[in-house]
């Protein structure tokens, strides 16, 4: 009988490249499976016919663009979700839902293996194979670009040799991976970490430094949820897209990083992610009004914890399911609308307004009216630095 293997396709050339290539190494049919995640480009029919011109025994395109905004974009903003506090984990959001889509697809058409275009180095590797392993242990899996040391120059060779229907130019240097959530570019010049990034990198947003009239929106949330722009109900793919858009148009969340890959090695990677910036500052601002002082503290930690778990390729994993408990019992009161001005590469914070606010005038006034009882600090201070006074007392007995 022979085998199927289950391809996660983009359109680009690794991808391409693999289905004849796994065609033939394996005696096998390959099953092609491109995943709509909102990242725009080229028509998703398109690409579906490139497979099967591609040799594709089947080829299928998924629309999950509210899947991904709702269920893996969401608990990323209601988690502030930041790796090392700048990346908001634009491929790693997207990794366990191709996987989901991946495991059904094997599952529809039989499929036996499971096939990536990753290479060896990357942190993508892994999301895909973590994630088969939590979903799906019985797939066999195998990495073109790793398993057989393909370079780019083997790829582009190949594909010329087989008049494969894509371009095969050695002239675009840049590997780019984007989203809904946002865009990733890597490689070329941007190697040499030395080297600043030209206007021709960016695409999801304007130059921040060219003049233009700001931008004022009103976001409501609901339970650490967008539900509203300026008013209007949308659902969470519309809010995230029109936020792309208003923001990007502004230069917000441009990212230009050195960052700890978890394979072991540092890389330069530039990132694009207008909206996921706006909207996790606008509900960090709502947290900061309507959360606990003590379980705001403590969140923070699970954030940053929930984020270095999902880029590590551990979206299936008890810990990040435990995390998202105690992230959703602390998003019951965040809920209000903040008032945000776009303009100039940033994303400012200029207004908040919330039933559940914890912020009380009368105690925070210097005015008239003031109900904050003064007299009880004294005590409180000496109460509070009692223990560093003992301690320096013992030192100094010491010294």
């Given at each position: ?9 983009s ?6 490249v ?12 390959v099953?092609?499976?491109a ?5 725009g480009g080229?028509?998703m029919d398109?690409?579906?016919?490139r497979a099967l ?14 899947e991904f905004?709702?269920d893996?974009c969401?608990?990323a903003?209601?988690?502030n979700?930041?790796?090392?506090d ?7 959001l997207?990794r ?5 889509h991946?495991v ?6 039989n499929?036996t293996?499971v096939?990536h275009?990753?290479?060896g180095?990357g ?8 994630g ?18 393909w ?20 002239k675009?240097p ?7 959530w946002g ?10 970490i030395?080297?600043g990034?030209t206007e ?6 304007a130059?921040p ?7 004022e ?16 109900a949308?659902?969470?793919?519309q809010?995230?897209?029109?936020m792309?858009a208003?923001?990007g148009a502004q230069?917000?969340?441009?990212i230009?990083?050195?960052e700890d890959?978890?394979?072991g090695?540092?890389s ?6 207008p909206?996921?910036v706006?909207?996790?500052?606008a509900?960090m601002?709502?947290e900061?009004?309507?959360?606990e ?22 979206w299936?994993?008890p810990?990040?399911?435990?995390l ?10 965040v809920?209000g609308?903040i008032?945000?001005?776009l303009h100039?590469?940033?994303a400012?914070?200029?207004?908040r307004?919330?039933?559940e ?5 009368s105690?925070a006034?210097y005015d008239?009216?003031d109900?904050?009882d ?7 201070v000496?109460l ?10 013992r030192?100094?007995k010491?010294?």
């Open positions: 009988m022979t085998e199927r293997v289950v391809l996660a396709y359109g680009g050339l690794d991808t391409s693999a289905i004849p290539y796994l065609a033939e190494k394996m005696n096998a049919e099953i092609a499976v995943v709509d995640l909102g990242q080229e028509d398109v690409i579906q016919k011109d591609c040799g594709a025994a089947e080829s299928v395109v998924v629309d999950a663009k509210e905004a709702a893996f969401l608990p903003l209601r988690a979700a930041l790796y090392m700048r990346y908001p984990l634009v491929s790693s997207s366990p839902l191709i996987v989901k991946l059904s697809a094997a599952q529809r058409f499929g293996i096939s275009g990753c290479t180095k942190n993508d590797q892994v999301r895909f194979e973590a088969l392993a939590a979903l799906a242990p019985g797939l066999r899996v195998v990495a073109p670009a790793r398993d057989f040391a370079t780019r120059d083997k790829a582009i060779e190949y594909a010329e040799s087989k008049n494969l229907p894509i371009e095969t130019s050695k675009n840049f590997s780019i991976d984007q989203n809904l865009r990733a570019v890597e490689t070329g010049f941007l190697e040499d030395w080297n990034p021709d990198v960016y695409s999801y947003t130059d430094a060219q003049p233009r009239a700001a931008d929106v009103v976001i409501t949330f609901e339970a650490g949820v967008p539900v509203k722009l300026d008013g209007r949308l659902t969470p793919y809010i995230i897209a029109e792309n208003r923001a230069g917000v969340g441009r230009d990083m050195v890959r978890l394979v090695i540092k330069r990677e530039v990132y694009e992610a909206g996921a706006a909207l996790i500052a509900h601002e709502l900061n009004v309507t959360v002082r003590d379980l705001a503290r403590f969140k923070r930690g699970v954030d940053q914890r929930w984020s270095e778990l999902v880029y590590d390729g551990l299936f994993s810990l990040k399911d435990a998202e408990s105690l992230i959703d019992d602390a998003q019951k009161y809920t609308d008032r945000m001005t100039a590469g940033k400012v914070v200029t207004g307004r919330s039933e606010s914890l912020y009380d005038f105690l006034t008239t009216g109900t904050f003064q007299s009880l600090a004294k005590g409180f000496q509070f630095s009692l223990p560093a006074k003992i301690a320096a007392a030192d100094a010491r010294a």
